[in-house]
């Protein structure tokens, strides 16, 4: 994989045809999205329609079936897929990204983002609920919400592998957090349906999630949606894994005697 730009991306083939590439993205909670002029080529024929949020506005979108759709060795059959427009992702590596793969497609495999290896791997196998680098995840909307604390405080908050940032909270949250210095205007979010003004500052308070500790963590606040979401800039020094099946997922970021680490 490489994310290198921030955002986790790849190579799929779509039966014969590619390689494209493919952002892959934990926050989305439909196993694949493709663009609407990758759709039009393939000629792919409409199965259905669902409805398609950013989070803040929710709109209809067509569905296709993909018959075959390859990652590496991994070959996915009937992938249903939602259509949409993806210009506003941009390029990765001078690339134009055709579609995105998300959570729900890796439900029968170990998913693990390797960011310091960069590597994708997909294997068969579980995780043990008493590694002390597992934690528990939720999946109310398909994704996974982790659980972390922030100096005393505990939250769930979503591994969001589209998001180049480090931690991205919505204003309530934000709101009862202590942050280091004065929260300012540090640019723009955007999403699929609109952009968003994002505030920063770093949190006065360390961030614990696994074993991992953080300080000096860069947080954007927003008021584009209601969750918080864990992204690049914190997970880059990390080996993520998730067990669906479990609702497991395990965290690595220790020295070589397995010591936890600190990181800023």
Same mark, same amino acid.
């Given at each position: 994989?490489?994310?290198g730009s921030?955002?986790?991306?790849?190579?799929?083939?779509? #039966?014969?045809?590619?390689?494209?590439?493919?952002?892959?993205?934990?926050?989305? @909670?439909?196993?694949?999205?493709?663009?609407?002029?990758?759709?039009?080529?393939?000629a =792919?024929?409409?199965? !259905?329609?669902?409805?398609?949020?950013?989070?803040?506005?929710? +709109?209809?979108?067509? =569905?296709?079936?993909?018959?075959?759709?390859?990652?590496?060795?991994?070959?996915?059959?009937? +992938?249903?897929? =939602? /259509?949409?427009?993806?210009?506003?992702?941009?390029?990765?590596?001078?690339?134009?990204?055709?579609?995105?793969?998300?959570?729900?497609?890796f439900?029968d495999r170990?998913?693990?983002?390797?960011?310091? !290896?960069?590597?994708? /791997?997909?294997e068969?196998?579980?995780?043990?609920a008493d590694?002390?680098d597992?934690?528990p995840?939720?999946?109310?909307? !398909?994704?996974?919400?982790?659980p972390l604390?922030?100096?005393?405080?505990?939250i769930?908050?979503?591994?969001?592998?589209?998001? #180049?940032?480090?931690?991205?909270?919505?204003?309530?949250?934000?709101?009862?957090?202590?942050?280091?210095?004065?929260? $300012?205007?540090?640019?723009?979010?955007r999403?699929?349906?609109g952009? $968003?003004?994002i505030l #920063?500052?770093?949190?006065?308070?360390?961030?614990?999630?696994?074993?991992a500790?953080?300080?000096?963590?860069?947080?954007?606040?927003? @008021?584009? !949606?209601?969750?918080?979401?864990l992204?690049?800039? =914190?997970? @880059?020094?990390?080996?993520?894994?998730f067990?669906?099946?479990?609702?497991?997922?395990?965290?690595?970021?220790?020295s070589?005697?397995?010591?936890?680490?600190?990181?800023?």
């Amino acid at each position: 994989m490489d994310h290198g730009s921030g955002h986790v991306v790849v190579d799929v083939f779509l #039966g014969d045809r590619g390689p494209y590439l493919f952002q892959v993205d934990t926050y989305a @909670s439909i196993g694949a999205c493709l663009d609407d002029d990758l759709a039009r080529e393939l000629a =792919l024929p409409v199965s !259905g329609t669902t409805q398609n949020s950013d989070g803040h506005r929710t +709109v209809e979108r067509d =569905l296709v079936d993909i018959p075959e759709l390859r990652l590496g060795d991994a070959v996915f059959r009937d +992938v249903r897929t =939602l /259509v949409d427009d993806y210009d506003w992702i941009g390029t990765r590596g001078g690339r134009r990204v055709r579609g995105l793969l998300g959570f729900p497609l890796f439900r029968d495999r170990l998913l693990t983002f390797d960011y310091p !290896g960069s590597r994708l /791997v997909l294997e068969r196998g579980a995780l043990e609920a008493d590694d002390p680098d597992v934690v528990p995840y939720r999946a109310t909307t !398909g994704s996974p919400d982790v659980p972390l604390t922030i100096g005393d405080r505990s939250i769930h908050a979503g591994v969001d592998t589209g998001h #180049g940032g480090a931690l991205i909270v919505p204003r309530s949250l934000g709101d009862e957090l202590t942050f280091a210095s004065e929260l $300012r205007p540090v640019g723009t979010a955007r999403t699929a349906y609109g952009t $968003r003004e994002i505030l #920063g500052a770093p949190l006065a308070e360390p961030l614990v999630l696994a074993r991992a500790r953080f300080l000096d963590v860069p947080v954007h606040v927003w @008021s584009g !949606g209601e969750r918080a979401l864990l992204g690049h800039g =914190l997970l @880059s020094g990390l080996v993520v894994t998730f067990d669906q099946t479990r609702r497991l997922a395990r965290f690595v970021a220790s020295s070589a005697d397995g010591e936890a680490t600190e990181r800023r």
